[in-house]
Each structure stands twice: as C-alpha cells, then as structure tokens.
C-alpha cells in the first residue's frame, strides 16, 4: 500500500480543498505557466465560453509580445502553446468545432512570428505547430467549413510558410477540401505567382490522385537525379505505374551525394518486385547489402529467400562483414546484427585500426561486448582513452576516465591478455605517455 505521503491524487484529495487552493496559490506565486495553467482552468469551469475567451486572450498575449526566446525561455513557451492548443482541440472543439476552428487558425497564425523570435535549435517549439496544423483537417470536418472557404484559409496560411512549418498542411487538409477544394487551392496558388515544380503543387496532385498533373511537377533535368527520380517512382508505384515507375528509375544517372543513400536502390526493388521479378530484386538486396552492410537490406533478401536457405546465406553474410575493406563498418554490423563471437575476433584482428573519435560506434561495441568478450571491449576502450589523452580533449576527461575504470574492471575477467599489456602496465604505460595531462590524472585519485 502507497504512503499516504506519496504524491498522488487521492492523497491530495484527501487535504480537502480550502488546503489545496492555498497551496496553488503558494506554488504558482512568481510562476506565470502555473498561473495561466490556473487560469484557463478556472475559465473552462465557466463552459466552453470562458475557455475560448480565456484561449484568445491568451493568443492576442502572444502576438503582441517582441521578447526573444533564447533556451532559457523555451521550455516555458512550449509549455503555454501546448496548453493553448490542447484547449482548443480538446474541450473547445468537443463543445463548439466552429469556434475552436477559428481559434486554431488564430493559433497557427503566431507560428512566424513566434519561430522568428525564438531559439528552436530543438525544433520542440516547431513540432507544436506542426502538431497543430494535423488538427487543422478533422477540425474543418467536423466545423462544417465550405472547401472554399477553407482553401483561402490554407493559400494565407502558406503565403506566411518562412519556416516550411506548414509544409504538411495539403496532406493534412486533403479531406476536408475534397478535390474542389484542391483544385481551388491550386488555382490561388498559381494565382499568387506559384509555378510547376513547387512543392506544394506536387502536394495537391498527390492529394487530387493526378498522375499527370504530379508529373509535369518536374523537368527532365530533375529527374535525371537518381533522389528525385526514386520520389517520384515511389509515388507512381502507390497508383500502380510500375512501368513507368522503372522508366523513370532507369532514365536518372547523377548519383546522390551521400554513397550510403539507397534511396533509388530501395524505389528500384520495390518497382521489380511490384512487376514480378523477384530474382532480380533479390539481386540488388543482396548487392546493397554487399557494398555498404544495410542490415535492413540484409534481413529484406533473408526473408525473401526459402526455407533453410537462409541459414547459408547469413554465413556468407557474416563472413563478407569480417573482411569487410571499412574495419569499423564490419564492427558496426557485427555488433549490431548481433554476431558477438566474430564481433569480438573483428577487434583484435584489426587491433590497430580503431580510431578513439569514432566512440558512437565503438561505445556501442563496448556495451555489447563487456558481458562476454572483456578482452575485446577493453581495446575498444583503450582506442577512446588514448584519443582523448592524444588530442588533450579536456572536456571529456571526466566521461575518459570512466572509461578507464570500466577497463580495470573489465580486467578482472581477463584471463588471457593474448600478448596485450595487462590492466595495470597498460596504465603505467598511459601515464608515462601523458604525465601532463594533470587534470585527466586527478580525476582518477
């Protein structure tokens, strides 16, 4: 049974109410979130009225103020959008939809200004207004608004769209303007100076289901680029145009900028397995997998191949990740498929290959490999402790020696040190090397 000092609801009940008004008062004094919080509570007990009036005012607050929001500030205003927007989608728009339609329009409104003012390096303030423009369609739909009506709605709101923070709104919108009120969209778009090729108009072709009028959103120059053209095959794929989905995959020849990008890879399989040629499909899984270890890719030929099958070719995988040219990508993938035992072999065979600034890889190596192979994770340890004393990177000092005293742990395990320096030689040896780095030693007395 819970103490009747924990923190929760019944045991707050129980102090009664005249306790807890007091104790509000006391806790939200100097506190405006708490207040507003207060506020609109106390405004929503009057009906869906108040709550509405209390949001606006609220609302007409924020648009007036020119304060910048730096980090310090920001959880206080996520805090105030969130609260302001679970209002109107929430008990608002169950009493009056029409009203907190407007109110929600009103909301979205802020978002420039609010975004121009403020330190989103988190993009937490962003995802509110993202939130809120998903909100924007069912609240349309059950508010009754004409397709018109709310097409002028959406072409002002993306008139205002300087931080792309309504760049989801045509899918959103999508049912609640129905293709009359798409095709108006389109048509104050264009009016506004907006040509073939923008984002949006490619949005309400998808929308609209026009395969021609998608298509035209594009010129043989984008095309050529193997991410565009992966894109737009991956839509035509969704409308059953396989065919030209291929046309269109095997006309792009400029590569991606990223080598790791399969994105064309990925459009190309799944055009051929939609067109029945799976051979061929398992083909290329099987090439990605071969020239950049995509697990995804691996286990997607896996499952594709028959019974027993499998078996082999998951050997033959795992023996191509241990000789591997890029050592640290056959760690990743041993690690993370798991292969523990051939991950564990991959380190000491490549002892000397693992660079200490690559820790996101090799933290994950070491986490999975403690339990089992102390020997393996020890080195993989090491490389980070030494990179951190070699590049004098005082700012990790504290996490290095950790690191450090995860190693003299991870010794006691170690029976065979395979012609490595024990625990306590490899420490002497570190200090011999990196005396002067007095701040790292003092941290580990």
């Not at 995988?317 to 991959?346: C, K, N, T, Y």
């Amino acid at each position: 049974m819970a103490s009747k000092r924990t923190l929760n609801a019944t045991n707050l009940e129980a102090l009664g109410a005249e306790a807890l008004a007091a104790l509000l008062i006391e806790v939200s004094s100097g506190n405006a979130v708490i207040q507003r919080r207060l506020r609109l509570a106390l405004a929503s007990a009057e009906g869906v009225e108040g709550a509405a009036q209390e949001v606006r005012k609220r609302l007409q607050a924020i648009s007036r103020s020119t304060t910048t929001v730096d980090a310090r500030r920001r959880k206080a205003l996520i805090t105030d959008l969130e609260m302001q927007l679970q209002a109107i989608t929430g008990p608002i728009a169950g009493s009056n939809p029409a009203q907190a339609f407007e109110l929600l329009l009103r909301f979205l409104e802020l978002s420039d200004d609010v975004l121009d003012r403020c330190w989103d390096s988190t993009g937490a303030v962003f995802a509110v207004f993202e939130r809120a423009v998903q909100q924007l369609g069912p609240l349309a739909v059950a508010a009754r608004i004409e397709a018109e009506t709310l097409a002028q709605h959406a072409d002002e709101l993306l008139e205002e769209n300087s931080h792309e923070q309504y760049d989801g709104l045509v899918p959103a919108l999508k049912d609640a303007l129905g293709d009359w009120g798409l095709k108006l969209l389109e048509s104050y778009r264009r009016q506004r100076g907006i040509g073939d090729g923008a984002e949006v108009l490619r949005q309400i072709a998808v929308a609209r289901g026009d395969v021609e009028g998608f298509l035209r959103q594009f010129d043989g120059e984008e095309l050529r680029w193997r991410d565009t053209a992966a894109s737009v095959a991956a839509q035509l794929l969704t409308w059953g145009r396989a065919e030209q989905a291929l046309e269109i995959l095997d006309g792009a020849t400029e590569e991606p900028d990223d080598p790791q990008d399969s994105q064309w890879h990925d459009a190309r399989i799944a055009v051929v397995d939609a067109l029945g040629r799976h051979n061929e499909a398992q083909d290329m899984r099987w090439h990605w997998f071969s020239q950049t270890l995509s697990i995804p890719h691996l286990r997607d030929h896996l499952t594709h191949l028959d019974a027993y099958e499998d078996v082999e070719v998951e050997e033959r995988a795992l023996q191509l990740a241990e000789a591997f040219p890029d050592s640290l990508l056959g760690l990743q993938f041993l690690v993370e498929w798991p292969s523990l035992s051939r991950a564990a072999r991959h380190v000491l065979a490549h002892e000397d290959e693992w660079e200490g600034d690559e820790h996101t890889v090799l933290i994950a190596g070491v986490e999975r490999l403690s339990a089992d192979h102390p020997l393996a994770a020890t080195l993989l340890l090491r490389a980070m402790v030494f990179f951190v004393l070699w590049t004098k990177w005082a700012k990790r000092y504290r996490v290095t020696a950790e690191q450090l005293r995860s190693c003299e742990q991870l010794a006691a395990r170690i029976h065979d040190w395979q012609g490595h320096r024990d625990h306590q030689a490899y420490r002497t040896w570190l200090q011999d090397c990196f005396e002067t780095r007095q701040g790292f030693w003092k941290l580990l007395t």
